[in-house]
C-alpha cells in the first residue's frame, strides 16, 4: 500500500476539492490517503503557513484559487519544493469560455 498526502487548498470551503480529490485517488488500487483541507486561504500570510506544512510533510497539491497572484505562489513555491500542484478548475473553465 502506497501512503499519499494529499493537500487541498482553497479560497473557499474546499468542498470541491474534497470531493474532486476522492473521486481521483478512488482510481487508484492500494493507495492510503490522508487528506489535509486548507480552506479560506486568502491572503499571503495564510498560503506562507500551507506552504511551510507542505514543505515539512511532502504530498500532493490541489488547488481551487481565483486570485493569480496567489495561484502564482502557491505554484511557485511547490515548484521550490518539488511537490506536484493542480489548479483543478483551470482545464474546465478554460473549456466552458471556449465554448461559451
Not at 22 to 49: G, P, T
Request: some cysteine; aromatic content about 4%; charged content about 25%.
Amino acid at each position: 500500500m502506497r501512503d499519499l498526502k494529499l493537500h487541498l487548498v482553497s479560497d473557499s470551503t474546499g468542498e470541491t476539492l474534497i470531493h474532486m480529490g476522492r473521486a481521483c485517488i478512488a482510481q487508484f488500487d492500494d493507495v492510503n490517503m490522508e487528506e489535509k483541507l486548507w480552506s479560506m486561504v486568502r491572503n499571503a500570510d495564510r498560503l506562507r503557513e500551507v506552504l511551510d506544512v507542505i514543505e515539512i510533510q511532502g504530498g500532493f497539491v490541489l488547488y481551487t484559487l481565483v486570485d493569480p497572484d496567489m495561484c502564482r505562489q502557491l505554484e511557485t513555491g511547490c515548484a521550490r519544493l518539488q511537490v506536484p500542484c493542480i489548479p483543478v478548475l483551470d482545464p474546465v473553465i478554460a473549456a466552458l469560455g471556449k465554448f461559451l
